[in-house]
């Protein structure tokens, strides 16, 4: 009989893969770990965010060769580097719910508050009656709530660079070489209440009320998460030259390389099962799984830049030509399915079917024509702003997967830089600014499509100079907040970052 069982719950695991062969990721982002966080690329220069991540009319800094090169022109000996980030950072989700359908069941299973409802009282009901799940409170087989927080400490080094300057053919040049965080791709995502497939969409519409007490619609309620930690690095050099008295240009190139730990979790909470004006809540076909792995990732990426600039004011360009990344990713998988339910003599206990595989690959994903323009102004000899504005045309960003297939995951975005500095004595400069950050996805279910998630950064830094030292410190503060509404519920998400960036630079007296 044993054996029968086990017999039978392969027959229906195997049921069920086929089911889950293209899955149906609803009321979360879901999609597995691929190239998230990779977007979020890293300005290396501490004085430049303290002013709002301008890049143009920032002077003196080497800590700018791989994001305007031109600038380099500015240095006057041979100059070093280092620097540094401590990031913190708290996240949360919280959920609202609403009846759904005149299923009054199915808000306190969501929301957690099952526990405040008593049974009903099924003596009332005469002798011939057979109650049902409409008759009784149906609870969840967990403790897990709709709402979580998360926080994270993260310190790194940011940069080593040096870069001296030199004559060539009569023109005056600027080499540098130096090792940078290119992206920190660091990355968590949770939802509690996922639902698949989804009776809560807005966009591909919830379940049909028709013949439910006969064929009742079926969806899987389960917890998930995903979380990455880790960097790209970016090795390599810059060149720039000065064309004439106020145009100079300039070129960079870095080898990427980095590596991150990947997790991606999955805990089967049950099966919802719908009736007309009723909900049951049992186990058939609650998968769980755990998958941890690496992701090794390599590529290069090359930047042209060229600056204006007069007594009163500069401007400027930087390109960034198309270029691909790829990833090779190894992990292994466990996942424990429950096949059926059967009553054992006075209980009813679930069949599980648990296996352990293995899975590597490799994958791409190919990044479009980028870049940055900007300008800024001289106010009076010892006060200085400027506006920089950068161009992400990440919809056309091209992903190819394991299997070789392609599709465009992300959406455009454009960041708006504002800041400036001031003097406020030789060894003494105040910066501060703000930039209007985009993410490369949208709320879910937002109704203006392809608006991406935006939210400003906040900043403010000093310079200290003690002969030829520097010394450069950034805070940086950003609330990013946005609301995934849905058929009668609503995800409200939030994260909060708290930055420090600093940088040691030295520089000696050199001949050109």
């Known amino acids: 009989m044993k054996h029968s069982n086990n017999t039978f719950a392969s027959v229906m695991l195997l049921c069920l893969g086929l089911a889950y062969t293209q899955p149906v990721f609803a009321q979360a982002f879901g999609d597995p770990l691929t190239f998230q966080g990779l977007s979020h690329t890293t300005s290396q220069s501490a004085a430049a965010r303290a002013a709002g991540g301008i890049t143009f009319g920032m002077k ?107 004559t060539l053919g009569g023109h005056q040049m600027v080499g540098g070489v130096g090792f940078v965080e290119y992206a920190n791709l660091n990355w968590y995502y949770q939802n509690n209440n996922s639902l698949s497939p989804s009776v809560l969409s807005v966009v591909n519409g919830t379940i049909a009320t028709a013949t439910l007490n006969s064929n009742p619609y079926a969806t899987q309620w389960y917890q998930y998460y995903q979380q990455r930690d880790g960097s790209i690095y970016g090795y390599g050099g ?173 959406l455009s975005c454009s960041i708006l830089h504002v800041g400036g500095e001031y003097t406020a004595a030789s060894w003494l400069t105040l910066r501060a600014g703000v930039s209007n950050y985009q993410e490369v996805y949208q709320p879910l279910t937002e109704g203006i499509r392809g608006e991406p998630v935006n939210y400003p950064i906040y900043a403010i830094g000093c310079g200290v100079a003690v002969g030829n030292a520097h010394l450069n410190v950034t805070y940086e503060y950003s609330d990013m907040k946005y609301v995934d509404t849905w058929s009668n519920a609503v995800s409200i998400n939030r994260q909060i970052t708290n930055s420090v960036i600093a940088s040691f630079s030295y520089e000696i007296s050199w001949l050109k």
């Open 238 to 410: 810059a060149l720039s030259a000065v064309l004439s008295e106020k145009l100079s240009v300039g070129v960079s190139g870095m080898i990427l390389k980095g590596s991150t730990d990947d997790i991606e979790v999955r805990v089967g909470r049950g099966r919802m099962l719908f009736f007309t004006n009723s909900l049951r809540l049992d186990r058939p076909g609650t998968t769980s799984f755990t998958k941890t792995g690496t992701s090794d990732y390599s590529g290069a990426e090359f930047s042209l830049s060229a600056e204006y600039t007069s007594r009163y004011f500069n401007v400027g360009f930087s390109v960034k030509p198309p270029s691909t990344i790829t990833r090779k990713f190894s992990m292994v998988i466990s996942q424990d399915s429950v096949a059926l339910s059967k009553r054992f003599l006075s209980k009813i206990d679930s069949i599980h079917v648990i296996t352990n595989s293995s899975m590597s690959g490799e994958d791409n994903i190919q990044l479009p024509w980028r870049g940055t323009f900007g300008f800024g102004l001289k106010l009076r000899e010892n006060l200085r702003i400027g506006i920089s504005y950068e161009v992400r045309s990440y919809a056309s960003a091209q992903y190819t997967g394991l299997n070789g297939t392609t599709t465009n995951p992300w």
């Open 60 to 166: 003196n800094d080497v800590s700018l060769m791989f994001l305007n090169p031109a600038s380099l022109t500015t240095i006057q000996g041979l100059q070093f580097s280092l620097g540094g980030l401590q990031r913190y950072s708290y996240s949360k989700q919280n959920q609202y719910y609403s009846g759904i359908q005149g299923t009054s069941a199915f808000a306190p299973l969501m929301e957690g508050t099952t526990g405040s409802i008593s049974d009903p009282d099924t003596n009332i009901y005469k002798i011939t009656y057979v109650p049902t799940q409409a008759d009784s409170v149906q609870r969840p087989f967990d403790s897990i709530g709709p709402n979580w927080n998360k926080s994270k400490d993260k310190s790194l080094p940011v940069q080593f660079l040096a870069a001296v300057p030199f």
